[in-house]
């Protein structure tokens, strides 16, 4: 235990003396994703004031009562400059040189048609002078003003039609006689929530997790490498084995160590994360929709499953790592060979993110299913629903596949080919050039 306790320890010290390494896993994600998301931010506070403190100019051929009360409504709720001119040519010449983002135009009998109940044919000429959001959501901005207006008066019309024709009605129930409202089952319960406000909650936990769980192994996998190949780059291996210590212990030390800085690398991204996800979608209203009553979310027991699901999946990703990285001779051909591994990680992450593994054709799923990884996903996945059966199956898979990597791990550093092993560019164009021979 001693023997163990002093390699991990020397393992992480080395691990983190590596500037690379302490900065690009570690402190990066801590420092780049606050700044890129403070910069969003600001950005989008930048255009949302814009959108407020936006102006509108409005020029009307028609004199009527619908166009004078519609110029008063807005008026009422924006700054509005009123254009006076003598054509739609000169008006649109004069709506340029101001500083308005959008001009309403209402020609001549707007007002007529409307009280006749021929639909009002209206303009809005949006000024798009530098292509940003600001100018096209300005525009948008005065279209929901006009359709507010638009509903109260067919509101207005509907009553004084009821009661010229003496019927009692809601004005409200003529114009949208069927209203729906949803709501939603889960797990048997039934809830008064529409799907799409529980749908950012558990796109969230679906997008996320399956991050969590990439990022956590590619850091593991690029810190066992790393450690094989400084070690083997520096010629310290040979000093390693040769001391009074159990292969095993050592290979157990690296194991322990990438472990810690993979997990302390994957915490630092997925706050630096948060905080950017936070930051950038700071203007988008999501629902917060509490499902505890429908058993939705990590419980207490899916924290603990999830971890153990965490920790298999690290200690095979650790152990595929240095069994590649021992047939390399520096930390670049290691990373290289390594990024082998990174294909069957980001491929079932980027999928079961917007998908459900039932969704896939059959053979698909089954391709899925064999890659160790997926199973990982989908426990995470299963967690947060409440599925712990999926959570233990899928424990039990990739457990098995770390027992048969750690036992290949463990042959190799029983021998002396963890030394001895080369794999580098001259060996792969030698074996190609043999079997065009």
Known sequence: MGSLTSLTLKEIKELVRDPKIL??????????????????QVSQQSVEKAIVTST?????????????TMLDYLETNRTV????????????????????????????????NVT??????????GNVKNMNIAETQSTNVVGTLVNIYSYYYSLARIENL??????????????????INYQSIIKGTVLNISPDAIISVVMNQSIMLPIMIMVMVMFAIQMAATSIALEKEQKTLETLMTLPVGRLTVLGGKLTGSIVIAVAGAIAYMIGFGYYMGSAMS?????????????????????????????????????????????????????????ILIVPIVIPAIILMFSDIEMLPPTFQWILLAIPYTHSILASKAAFLGDYWTVLRSIAYISVFTVVVLYAAAKIFSTE???????TSKSLSGLFRKRQE
């Open 23 to 40: 900065f690009g896993v570690v402190l990066m994600p801590l420092l780049l994703f606050p700044v890129m998301g403070s910069a969003i």
């Open 56 to 68: 509108f100019a409005v020029y009307t051929e028609d004199s009527g009562v619908v166009a004078s």
């Open 81 to 112: 400059t009123v254009i006076q001119a003598d054509s739609l040519t000169q008006a649109i010449a004069q709506f340029q040189g101001t500083t308005s983002n959008a001009m309403v135009y209402m020609p001549s009998g707007f007002s007529d």
């Open 116 to 125: 006749a109940g021929v639909k009002g044919n209206m303009i809005i000429y």
């Open 162 to 179: 009821l009661q010229a024709a003496g019927e009692a009605a809601n004005p409200d129930a003529i114009r949208t006689p069927i209203s």
């Open 283 to 339: 203007f988008t209203q999501f629902s917060t929709v509490n499902l505890g009553s429908a058993g939705i979310g990590i419980q207490p027991v899916g924290y603990v499953l999830l971890g153990l699901n965490i920790f298999v999946t690290l200690v095979s990703a650790l152990a595929l790592a240095i069994c590649l990285a021992v047939f390399a001779d520096n930390v670049r051909s290691a990373q290289s060979l390594t990024g």
């Open 417 to 423: 080919r963890i030394i001895t092993a080369r794999f």
